[in-house]
């Protein structure tokens, strides 16, 4: 909008308002529906993501934690096998008594001092009493003395291998350590492994018994900064967690202390899980666990089954997931700030463009009237040009026949007073000389009065035809001569004051089948410009007009030894109202309306270019000896 006279801008329209509101709201709805949409999508793929993060990292630790367990376990079993065949090999190069058991009690001294996680190794007999036991206490190992040796009946770890076939070993649950029938304080997490001692598979010598410190073990089952992290066995006790107390609670004074009492959803499907981890979702958290055990084999017969569980709190994952809602809500916002202020601008340049194609659209309309009325202007013009001609041609055949006529009424003239002079001569007495001289002058008179009332004929028929073959721009086939002849011929009046001579140089028998009235048009045009034109005033000069066919083609050329046109006028010759005399008289639309009969009409082509040797102008005219078939406008 432009500013008024006092510079201030004019107050915007209701229309330009409303069109601004409704396409501000075109182009902000979607975006207002779109960002949102999309940021609770990539929200909700964020925390699905994040969530599975955490569950890789947790089965990871647990896989970790699993996988230090299950090493543990396999070193016990290759330990006890070693430790049962040592002990069988002893018995039998000892026979029964004190040398036996103190050849035992060397093996067993070097191998603890050998594996500082071993806290005990003893043999017992078939009855489950100590025959040999080694201790390692506060760091220091030693054996026990045969007083304080201890009666371990009902034991699993000796009733169990003395039950297996030979060769088989027995790991037994992760417990506390029991001395004397009591449990040993502070808690000493042991895991038991025993293998039976046979002298022959009938004849049992006892059980060879490790005691393995698992304090160390489960020291480094330590939980990640997002989870807490526990180790249960199989009746769902803690045997590891995040809360001391709750630890081997199958030991305290709460039996009912365990995992599995304080969540049965969880421990539920932990056992009904098919593989040996998984994931559950809670109100309080995530959950992942793993199953940790060794392979069943032919040597290792029923081992313990543990299950490593991760709990990653709710209130971590509502922190992360708040983490994540701000993230998406801070590029929410700037993406809608970015696409209001991006909607704004281009509503702004919609309503612009509305109004700018409004006022254009106006000027359009304003325009094609002022060509329209330019038009008619033209066309009307183009007719008066065409009826100037003609009047041309008509003035041109008054003058030519004042000759003749004036010629004729002379005649007539004369012929009276003869007839008078006659009518005297008979009243007086007429002689025969007086009737032979008005013989004789009546010859000569209706002689020159028949010749001059023909001259004046012909010049009729010239402009009939010419003047017939204008108004009704009929086709037909027709001599060129003849039709330069006559054009040249009611144009002698207005040529032969600027011209000393015109050549015509036109073949006789040359025949077009093409319209003679708009040619006829063009060549009185092209004469008349270059007599008008082509010389300066008390000058005059020579015309050609020649004509030649080419390959079914005609070339007219018109000629003039005059003051030629300049090389940069040479194109804008053919436009309308270009002329170098409108102060004389000139509408600059004589050579266009050559250029409209030449090419609209006769089919063909129309130039100009320097006459011969650079001198004057020759106009090129070259059109079809058979006009085309569509009719002239």
């Avoid at 190992?141 to 088989?168: F, H, N, T």
């Amino acid at each position: 909008m432009k500013a008024d006279v006092s510079g201030r801008r004019p107050a915007p329209s209701g229309l330009a308002v409303r069109t601004f509101g409704r396409t501000l709201l075109l182009y902000l709805l979607p975006w207002w529906i779109a960002l949102p949409l999309l940021a609770a999508i990539v929200h909700h793929f964020q925390s699905e993501a994040e969530l599975a993060r955490y569950e890789l990292r947790e089965f990871e630790l647990l896989d970790t934690h699993g996988g230090a367990l299950i090493e543990a376990m396999t070193r016990l079993n290759n330990d006890i096998r070693l430790m049962a065949n040592v002990a069988a090999s002893a018995a039998r190069r000892y026979p029964p008594g004190a040398a036996r058991r103190d050849a035992l009690a060397t093996t067993f001294d070097d191998f603890l001092r050998a594996h500082p996680h071993y806290a005990q190794a003893r043999l017992l007999d078939p009855d489950c009493r100590e025959t040999v036991r080694v201790d390692r206490r506060s760091g220091t190992v030693g054996r026990i003395a045969d007083a304080a040796l201890q009666d371990k009946s009902r034991r699993d770890y000796c009733e169990r291998p003395l039950a297996m076939r030979p060769g088989q070993q027995y790991l037994s649950p992760l417990n506390a350590n029991i001395e004397n029938g009591r449990v040993v304080l502070p808690l000493e997490p042991t895991m038991r492994a025993a293998a039976g001692v046979w002298l022959t598979p009938a004849t049992p010598l006892g059980v060879v018994v490790l005691n393995f410190d698992a304090s160390d073990m489960l020291a480094g089952f330590v939980s990640s900064s997002n989870s807490r992290l526990a180790l249960l066995n199989q009746e769902g006790y803690w045997l590891r967690s995040a809360t001391q107390a709750d630890e081997f609670g199958f030991v305290g004074p709460d039996p009912e202390r365990r995992f599995s009492v304080r969540h049965p959803a969880v421990w539920r499907a932990i056992q009904d899980a098919r593989g040996n981890r998984g994931s559950l979702a809670q109100a309080d958290g995530l959950w992942t666990y793993r199953r940790i055990t060794t392979t069943t084999t032919e040597r290792v017969v029923d081992p313990p089954v543990w299950y490593a569980v991760s709990q990653i709190p709710q209130a971590r994952i509502d922190e992360a997931h708040s983490a994540s809602e701000y993230r998406v809500a801070g590029l929410t916002a700037l993406g809608l700030a970015a696409a209001s202020l991006l909607a704004l601008a281009l509503a702004r340049s919609h309503v612009a463009s509305t109004i700018t194609a409004a006022s254009l659209a106006r000027s359009n309309g304003e325009l094609k009237t002022a060509v329209d009325e330019l038009n008619a202007s033209r066309d009307e013009l183009v007719r008066q040009e065409k009826l100037s001609s003609l009047g041309l041609l008509v003035a041109g055949v008054s003058h030519e026949m004042n000759t003749p006529l004036g010629a004729a009424t002379l005649a007539a003239t004369a012929l009276q007073e003869q007839l008078r002079q006659l009518q005297s001569a008979y009243a007086r007495g007429i002689r025969r000389s007086d009737l032979e001289r008005f013989a004789d002058d009546q010859g000569q008179g209706l002689q020159l009065l028949h010749a001059n009332l023909e001259r004046a004929n012909a010049l009729s028929r010239q402009f009939k035809q010419v003047a017939a073959d204008r108004a009704n721009a009929s086709r037909h086939t027709f001599s060129l001569k003849t039709l330069v002849d006559d054009v040249l011929a009611l144009s002698n009046n207005t040529l032969k004051r600027a011209l000393d001579r015109v050549e015509i140089e036109v073949p006789e028998a040359l025949q077009l089948d093409s319209y003679p009235g708009p040619l006829g048009q063009v060549v009185q045009n092209l004469v008349l410009n270059a007599a008008h034109h082509a010389f300066t005033p008390h000058q005059s000069g020579a015309l050609w007009i020649r004509a030649e066919v080419r390959d079914d083609w005609l070339r007219l050329e018109v000629e003039d030894n005059g003051c030629g046109v300049p090389e940069e006028n040479r194109a804008k010759i053919w436009d309308p109202f270009f002329t170098t005399r409108r102060g004389e008289g000139g509408t600059g639309l004589g050579l266009h309306i050559c250029h409209q009969l030449v090419t609209a009409v006769l089919g063909g082509s129309i130039r100009a270019e320097a006459g011969a040797d650079g001198k004057g102008t020759r106009v090129v005219v070259e059109i079809p000896l058979v006009a085309p078939d569509e009719p002239p406008g």
